[in-house]
């Protein structure tokens, strides 16, 4: 069964940075395209991030240059570098493998002070 555990969010003043991380289990972590999602309160759920299972990376234009993907294969983990964070960015994030799309983790919870 697939199971994904987000971690790393918190309360972080705008300007500031996170690093979040997802550990996977049940899917062949390797060759899966990942996938970081964020959900704000009163809004549908918005793609962030992916990277392929060669390590190829596509943000979307509201991350892109302040977010950075990546993974560690040998640790079953993806990772979310969050930088210059704004209040915007408040939301909680999720991760989430391509080819197994209804299972998420709980995700983590990030909120930008301003």
């Known amino acids: 069964q697939v199971h994904l555990v987000e971690s790393g969010g918190g309360l972080v003043q705008a300007g500031g940075s996170l690093r979040l991380s997802c550990t996977a289990s049940?899917?062949?972590?390797?060759?899966?395209?990942m996938r970081w999602y964020r959900q704000a309160p009163g809004k549908q759920r918005e793609f962030i991030a992916l990277?392929?299972?060669?390590?190829?990376?596509t943000y979307a234009d509201s991350v892109k240059g302040r977010f950075t993907i990546s993974r560690d294969n040998a640790k079953n983990t993806v990772y979310l570098q969050t930088n210059k964070l704004k209040p915007e960015d408040t939301a909680v994030y999720s991760c989430?493998?391509?080819?197994?799309?209804?299972?998420w983790g709980q995700g983590t919870q990030v909120t930008v002070s301003s």
């Open positions: 049940g899917i062949i972590f390797s060759i899966n395209t």
């Open positions: 989430n493998a391509l080819a197994t799309p209804d299972y």
């Open positions: 990277i392929t299972g060669r390590g190829i990376t």
